[in-house]
């Protein structure tokens, strides 16, 4: 099956086709580390980890790079109240990005390029720009010509006259258009600054992603991938600047993930309408963010509120008890038949639409709705007297295989072993078989008071923290 994807640059979906036979060269565009990470900056995070793990599943090896922006005004703000250096400020908050998106599940980027780390090569980069006539250097600063690059507003499909007419040249700024964008800025007194061709300064924004996507991945990748917010001017300006460095298509495909609102409410720092998913992670379980995000298809917007996220709660819970009952069953039943050839089929079904859905733009939010499927059919299959050890280790594999993919896991950290516990357990159901009532109520009790919570089931009591 083909992997189709909406190109934010066609507006279409499109057949996927890599540029190296079963290789992905792929780039996301990272945080500015001046503080913890919002919800939203966690939905990219998560929705691209995903599709990484996608054309992993489908037999792609995936060279993936998350940058981060080490360098820029608001770090620079940051570290000036906090009395601490520019580098100080990025790495702690380089590290509590990576704590924070480990705990949603995210797994370890390929390469994390720093703009600090990329320098000589920004500076090449400019250079060859200002070679090639497409920027110029004015006062210590340099700028993109703009409308030197003939397929300006193609990402964003906007018209250059249009964009020019709401254009303004702010003061202090020495650009000759003011559609123009700076890559290189002159340093400011007391200010972090790298020695170039045009004076001390540091790097604009927009030419630091083309060059460090150019310097690890090459002049043409597969997929570069970052919030809507970034398709204006950002990625815009990404395409015009590296597209008249090296003459060849940046990025064959776009992908763009929606906004989170909170409480039907644009985010915004400025009115405190905004939450940390660092504060998320110390109150929920991070697998239940991921979950909550993953049920609404990236594209499209997402309405954030803690009764929302509560309500998926329940849907995860019931997924993950079907599971551990399957396995439960696998384990320790007594009662199990060599095959069962009505259900397999069934069962590869289902892995068949949860494969259709994800090569159809990577919908997660139909391939959970395939994971209930699942659910149900594993409940159905549990109620019969007896079961097929062929089948329950179906069942077990195909949700293996799609938490795989969604970047889940079957079972939570408050679901712990505990000998203790065990032993209350064992206990207990030793006090029913001896018709001990009295006891074995005495030991639920204890274990309620414990946030115990008890399922007896045909094959057992199994038990888990509330």
């Not at 370890?108 to 780390?117: C, F, G, L, M, W």
């Not at 320098?119 to 090449?124: F, L, T, Y």
């Not at 110390?282 to 309405?303: A, C, G, M, T, W």
């Not at 329950?392 to 993919?405: G, K, N, R, T």
Request: glycine share 6%; proline share 3%.
């Amino acid at each position: 099956m083909t992997i189709k994807i909406y190109n934010t640059l066609t507006r279409k979906k499109q057949p996927f086709e890599s540029i190296e036979p079963n290789k992905v060269r792929m780039y996301v565009c990272g945080p500015t580390v001046y503080n913890y990470i919002h919800i939203g900056n966690a939905r990219p995070a998560i929705v691209f980890d995903t599709i990484r793990r996608y054309l992993e599943y489908s037999g792609y090896h995936v060279d993936y790079l998350l940058n981060f922006t080490d360098v820029d005004d608001k770090i620079i703000n940051v570290a000036k109240e906090l009395d601490e250096d520019v580098s100080q400020i990025g790495e702690r908050f380089i590290e509590a990005y990576k704590e924070d998106v480990k705990a949603l599940g995210v797994k370890e980027a390929t390469r994390h390029p720093r703009v600090t780390e990329c320098m000589d090569e920004i500076i090449e980069f400019i250079a060859v720009l200002i070679e090639k006539g497409y920027a110029y250097a004015v006062e210590g600063d340099v700028y993109f010509k703009t409308r030197a690059f003939e397929g300006y507003g193609k990402l964003s499909h906007q018209s250059i006259d249009d964009l020019r007419s709401g254009a303004r040249i702010q003061i202090e700024e020495k650009k000759e258009d003011p559609l123009d964008f700076a890559l290189w800025k002159q340093a400011k007194e007391g200010e972090v600054s790298w020695d170039s061709p045009w004076g001390a300064g540091r790097p604009g924004w927009h030419i630091e992603c083309s060059a460090m996507a150019r310097k690890y991945l090459g002049d043409t990748i597969d997929i570069h991938a970052g919030g809507q917010d970034l398709t204006f001017p950002h990625h815009e300006n990404e395409i015009a600047q590296s597209e008249a460095c090296t003459g060849k298509t940046f990025a064959n495909y776009w992908i763009h993930n929606g906004y989170i609102t909170i409480d039907h409410e644009k985010m915004s720092k400025s009115t405190g309408n905004f939450v940390l998913a660092h504060d998320l992670i110390e109150k929920y379980d991070p697998q239940l963010l991921r979950f909550f995000i993953l049920s609404v298809h990236y594209r499209n917007p997402i309405n954030f509120s803690e009764t929302l996220l509560e309500n998926a709660q329940n849907g995860l819970e019931r997924i993950r008890n079907a599971y551990q009952n399957v396995v439960y069953r696998k384990e320790n039943s007594m009662d199990l038949i060599e095959d069962d050839k009505f259900e397999l089929p069934k069962i590869d079904q289902l892995r068949q639409r949860f494969m259709t859905e994800m090569n159809d733009d990577f919908n997660t939010a139909n391939a959970i709705s395939v994971l209930f499927d699942l659910t149900k059919d594993a409940n159905l299959y549990l109620q019969s007297k007896q079961t097929s050890v062929k089948v329950l280790q179906a069942f077990q594999s195909l949700f293996d295989e799609i938490f795989m993919v969604l970047g889940l896991e079957l079972t939570s950290d408050n679901e712990l072993v505990d000998e203790e516990v065990d032993r209350l357990v064992a206990a207990r159901e030793q006090a029913r078989k001896d018709r001990d009532f009295s006891l074995a109520d005495k030991i639920r009790d204890t274990l309620k008071e414990q946030q115990i919570i008890l399922e007896d089931t045909p094959q057992g009591t199994r038990w888990k923290r509330g």
